[in-house]
């Protein structure tokens, strides 16, 4: 079993509509990282917790430590916010490592 | 803005060709990382860095050597190009990896025929 799970595998939404991601994991973390990859390559940090909730302009992502279990949201959604989600979990002790989940397909149809 | 760089985008070498891939931050890190990307494994850590001429294997080394000879700058090398090597290769940076952000470059697709 993977230490990281995120479901869905894919996601297709049509726009205007409010997007959840789910991500799993089963380690002991020091913080949970949400990432952004568009076609073409590069990643992009969109949200690093260990509590509660944040937001930055349409995205929300949430964490509950007890359960182990975080959610990205995304409000009104847009064709640009078509691309791969990444959840990615901080380890704790030991060697700190990034262990990742699969990712989420984000398709986004005007 | 640009906080690291990888030296190519898009890569096709030949098999038995020897390979490098640069890597370069400009945020100070201490810590710089290799990971290989394929549908359907996900991030795969191939090499790791927490100083300069330090190094970590990773998950799956075989095949790859890394060179960080100064702070900014970390090298893939493949030493032999193989066509199950082919695949999309990601550097990242971090001040302490998983507890704060991660910065990624933008990927080298790398073919190798």
């Known amino acids: 079993k993977n230490e990281v799970e995120q479901s869905p595998q894919n996601l297709t939404a049509q726009e205007g509509e409010f997007i959840t991601i789910n991500c799993s994991y089963s380690?002991?973390?020091?913080?949970l990282h949400w990432l952004q990859q568009h076609p073409g390559g590069g990643i992009v940090s969109l949200f690093m917790l260990s509590s509660g909730k944040k937001k930055h302009g349409r995205l929300i992502a949430t964490i509950n430590i007890q359960e182990k279990h975080s959610s990205l949201h995304i409000t009104a959604s847009h064709p640009r916010d078509s691309a791969v989600y990444i959840c990615?979990?901080?380890?704790?002790?030991?060697?700190?490592?990034?262990?990742f989940g699969k990712g989420t397909k984000l398709t986004v149809n005007p | 803005d640009v906080k690291v760089t990888q030296s190519s985008r898009y890569l096709v070498k030949r098999t038995g060709e020897k390979v490098f891939l640069e890597c370069v931050q400009d945020?100070?890190?201490?810590?710089m990382f290799w990971y290989r990307q394929d549908p359907g494994l996900g991030l795969r850590l191939i090499y790791f860095s927490y100083d300069v001429k330090m190094k970590e294997k990773g998950d799956i080394p075989e095949g790859y050597s890394v060179s960080r000879e100064k702070k900014e700058r970390f090298s893939l090398i493949l030493e032999s190009a193989s066509t199950n090597q082919t695949s999309m290769y990601l550097c990242a940076s971090s001040l302490y990896w998983g507890r704060t952000e991660a910065f990624f470059g933008q990927g080298t697709r790398l073919t190798v025929v």
């Open positions: 380690v002991g973390i020091s913080a």
């Open positions: 945020m100070d890190h201490e810590n």
């Open positions: 990615a979990v901080g380890t704790q002790g030991g060697s700190e490592k990034l262990v």
